[in-house]
């Protein structure tokens, strides 16, 4: 079953801006998918469309099969919503801020509070609960908007920018929360400027720009068209020159740090071989950019070159 | 099991109206504590020290005649103020967003916030009208006008501020409409004075002026007089509440104020 389906949706803004040039995606149930684009592609509208906070232009939303137009309440109880902006009462305790917005699902009190303490321990902050929300930490506010997604028990939960301003550790507790309810069942819609994020999580993706769709597939399939990838290589001596190592483009970074451009079908054997034959000690090794940024710079870029063609 | 859209939305109704008491009680200082000083102040400057030397008013003492007038004058600024600033609050802090994404229909968030602003005018009514028992002898002579026109005025004024609220895009727009509209209406609606003792053509004008018949209605369930035909007043009261519901209604479904 598709979580969401969305067809020809557009958005023309009151100002005149087309933020959604008809937009067709569909995510299935169960999946962890990546919305990815640049700042201003439309990611945050599409979502608005979706949870129903921006009104469209045209297109159809389905959510679970339920029609937006024709059955809103019912595509809406559907889904969990973690918006990129901070948006709760900073004057309400967390206990409050989830129990009221369980309410507002259908969820009666008693239950409400059972499932309080149920995320907000998951979500480390059950000790904090009659904490006025104003006095958390930005992890903590970002936390809470997760815990208070999850009251109702969504079938389809949609994460905007969820883990902006946090912390690597509590980043990655967030990640491991994230892929345990995926797999206990929800469908996740993850954006992110984390790409590194992205890969690590999702299983497909969809790469917005200009307001159009510019790629959708597996992750796996997507990381796959990326042809080349640059390797940064860490060395024990210093070198005056980049050594020219046959078939592979080198550059010296500084006289520590060799850069090494490996194309898709060659050995990073044949790298270390030329490499210890020469006497260069490599100490260690890592990728220059994150590979799914790699390649989205790239389809960015294509898209921006097409869209200025056509112009 | 998919819960009920029915159970959804009394539960969710129910839920608006406990987040609006938890907030008039957090804010109890600004929510309760000043009109109840204004109301004595009132009473102790105008029943009090003015009004011994008004004498009658209409056959009552002065005291026992503006009593009514002020209750329903603190039940009209608190609706409005009530609503107004819950909204716009939750407007200006982005938290009505966690309203506008859940399942709950605009008619039943619309209703949410009224019930949560009559709730405030009713329980603030009801304070004044215990300090107003420490100043004057208070009967009921008509409960149920007493009512009617206590709950249909809290109604039609925490519609209003539904409305200035949804247009509002600052703090200043939504004071503006309370300070110059709504405060002068209520003190020329005859709060403190009988129309009746006023010339011909500020008569007409007052006429007018729909706080007239509001007031006149509640008095006249605590006095048995009126200064306006009840049928008229309890009409007018009851078609404005239903045109600025379905007014409100049709602005909030259009996202009118709170979406793009």
Known sequence: MQALSLRALTKVYKNGIQALKGIDLEVQEGDFFALLGPNGAGKTTMIGIVTSLVNKTSGTVRVFGHDMDRELERAKSCIGVVPQEINFNMFETLLTIVVNQAGFYGIPRALARQRAEKYLTKLSLWDRRNSIARSLSGGMKRRLMIARALMHEPRLLILDEPTAGVDIEIRRSMWEFLRTINEEGTTIILTTHYLEEAENLCRNVAIIDGGRIIERDSMSNVLRKLQAEVFVLNLAAPLADAPAIPGFRTLLADDHTLEVEVSRGQNLNEIFAYLSGLGIEVTSMRNKVNRLEELFIRLVDQSARAAAANA | ?260
């Open chain 2, 1 to 260: 099991m998919p819960v009920s859209l029915a159970r959804i939305e009394w539960v969710g109704f129910s839920t608006i109206v406990i987040r609006e008491f938890q907030r008039i009680v957090r804010i109890w200082a600004q929510t309760i504590l000043p009109p109840t000083v204004t109301a004595t102040l009132y009473f102790v400057i105008f029943g009090s020290l003015i009004g011994r030397r008004v004498g009658l008013v209409g056959g009552f003492g002065y005291m026992q005649f503006i009593a009514p007038g002020l209750i329903m004058m603190t039940v009209i600024t608190n609706s409005y103020g009530n609503v107004v600033s819950s909204f716009f609050g939750a407007k200006f802090g982005k938290h009505l967003e966690e309203l506008l994404v859940s399942p709950l229909p605009n008619w039943l968030i619309l209703s949410g916030y009224v019930a949560g602003g009559m709730l405030r005018g009713v329980l603030v009514g009801s304070v004044v009208t215990l300090v107003a028992l420490f100043f004057t002898r208070l009967a009921v002579h008509h409960v149920l006008a007493v009512l009617a026109a206590l709950l249909l005025t809290s109604a039609v004024f925490s519609l209003g501020g539904f409305m200035n609220a949804l247009f509002a895009k600052n703090f200043d727009q939504i004071s503006w409409f309370p300070t110059f509209v709504l405060t002068p209406l209520t003190y020329l609606g005859g709060v403190f004075y009988s129309v009746g003792m006023l010339p011909a053509w500020a008569q007409l004008v007052s006429r007018a002026n729909p706080i007239l018949y509001m007031v006149s209605a509640f008095r006249y369930g605590f006095l048995g007089t009126s200064d306006v035909d009840l049928a008229l007043a309890f009409g007018i009261m009851v078609g404005a509440a239903v045109l600025m519901f379905g007014t409100a209604l049709v602005l909030l479904s259009r996202g009118v104020g709170i979406r793009d």
